[in-house]
Each structure stands twice: as C-alpha cells, then as structure tokens.
C-alpha cells in the first residue's frame, strides 16, 4: 500500500474514533415514558392486548420454523 494511501485511511480511521467517542460523551436524551392508562380497567384492557399481540407474532414465528422443519 503507497504511503498516501496508508495515510487518508490512519485520517479517516482516527475520524471515525474521534466521531465515536464524541457520540459516547454526549448525554442521552431522556425518553418519555410509555403511555400509562389512567383505570385499571383500561390497564387490564392493553396488557390484554399486548399479550394476544405476542401470541400472535409467536405462532407466525413458530409456524415459519414448522415450514423450514418440513423442507429439511
């Protein structure tokens, strides 16, 4: 490798280092907090619905790999 070429990659490496270490000394912006709802009745509801959201992704994801069992 000639030397100019070994000197723009050390440039752009040592940019790259410099631009990660500002991005990791920068503070973090805080998140707002998930939505709460205000009844425990409509807490009740969300859960519910998150939970069947899951069960759902679950059986697609189990059901992808049953197709991928099957082929082999």
Do not use: C, H, I, Y
């Not at 959201?53 to 099957?70: F, N, S, T």
Request: zero cysteines.
């Amino acid at each position: 490798m000639s030397k100019r070429r070994k000197n723009q990659f050390r440039a752009s490496l040592n940019a790259k280092r410099e631009a990660l270490a500002r991005a990791a000394n920068q503070p973090k912006p805080e998140q707002e907090p998930e939505w709460e709802p205000e009844t425990p009745e409509l807490r009740a509801e969300v859960l519910a619905d998150r939970l069947a959201e899951r069960e759902a992704e679950l059986a697609k994801e189990q059901g992808r790999r049953r197709g991928v069992d099957k082929e082999e």
